[in-house]
């Protein structure tokens, strides 16, 4: 089973949208394992996009990042990663397919609602820097069968 990180980034809490983009994953049959209301640290925020490094937009993501409350949530299913980057759709809200979070919903790059893990190994990695193994639970969901054969 993949785990994927999801956050709810600052724009999204303040637009009122965490329900809403709660809701696609949810009904998209991924299963939460772990989710808190939180700000992001300067320092974790550091290790969060350190690939990000160096790049002209890394201030600016930093900032953004931590500007103000984000929804965080663990999502455990199979092939999580992949679905829930379908989900969210392409980075550059403009490009991005109607019917995905940021199709639907924005308009910019900078301000483009949700983060999602890019690949399985790093699916793990994030869980574990926002998650301690304690606020994580692994439960048996009555509906598992008719999501996951
Ligand atoms: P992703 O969120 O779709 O995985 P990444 O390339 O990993 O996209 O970039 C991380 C985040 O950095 C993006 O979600 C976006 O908030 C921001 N970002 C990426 N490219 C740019 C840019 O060219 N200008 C401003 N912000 C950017
Ligand atoms: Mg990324």
Redesign the pocket.
């Known amino acids: 089973m993949e785990r994927t990180l999801i956050i709810i980034k600052p724009d999204a809490v303040q637009r009122g949208l965490t329900g809403e983009i709660l809701r696609r994953f949810e009904a998209r049959g991924l299963r939460i394992i772990g989710m808190k209301f939180m700000q992001i640290s300067e320092a974790l925020a550091g290790k969060h996009y350190e690939v990000?490094q160096g790049k002209p937009?890394y201030e600016?993501?930093v900032s953004y990042i931590t500007s103000s409350p984000v929804v965080v949530i663990a999502l455990e299913g199979t092939n999580a990663v992949a679905a829930a980057r379908g989900t969210i759709g392409s980075?550059k809200p403009h490009e991005a397919t109607a019917g995905t979070i940021r199709g639907d919903l924005a308009l910019e790059?900078?301000r483009?609602l949700v983060?999602g893990s890019?690949s399985v190994e790093n699916g793990q990695i994030e869980v574990g820097n926002f998650f301690d193994e304690s606020e994580l639970i692994s439960w048996p969901r009555n509906t598992d069968p008719w999501i996951f054969e």
Request: glycine share 20%; proline share 0%.
């Open positions: 990000h937009f600016g993501l980075t790059v900078g483009n983060h890019d």
